[in-house]
């Protein structure tokens, strides 16, 4: 069955960097759109960023833009997210997730499976 498993979160100081990774299996992953949403406490799930199943096209949340990039590694079936300059507002639950149409997806129904999530706390 398909599985997407991130990891890489953690607790960082404000303006430090993560970088998070998500690990697909069971589906031909070269074909799916991939993002990360995330989901603070009390908040409904928000988008992050998105690639094209090439890696040749991404798409970034106005409030990660310059700060976050997107990429993936299709030889290795893992999609990345470089998170830098991270601030307090960042803390959150990070989700991956798949999408089998063409990309640039930013709805969390738009996506057709998703990983259990992994916790990035930023101290001030």
């Known amino acids: 069955q398909v599985q997407l498993v991130e990891s890489g979160g953690g607790l960082v100081q404000a303006g430090g960097s993560l970088r998070l990774s998500c690990a697909a299996s069971?589906?031909?992953?070269?074909?799916?759109?991939m993002g990360w949403f995330r989901q603070a406490p009390g908040k409904e799930r928000e988008f992050v960023a998105t690639v094209t199943w090439s890696g040749g096209s991404t798409y970034y949340a106005d409030s990660v833009k310059g700060r976050f990039t997107i990429s993936r590694d299709n030889a290795k079936n893992t999609v990345y997210l470089q998170m830098n300059s991270l601030k307090p507002e960042d803390t959150a639950v990070y989700y991956c997730?798949?999408?089998?149409?063409?990309?640039?997806?930013?709805?969390?129904?738009?996506?057709?499976?998703w990983g259990q999530g992994t916790q990035v706390t930023v101290s001030s």
């Open positions: 069971g589906l031909t992953f070269s074909s799916f759109a």
């Open positions: 997730a798949a999408d089998k149409t063409a990309g640039w997806a930013t709805r969390p129904n738009n996506y057709d499976y």
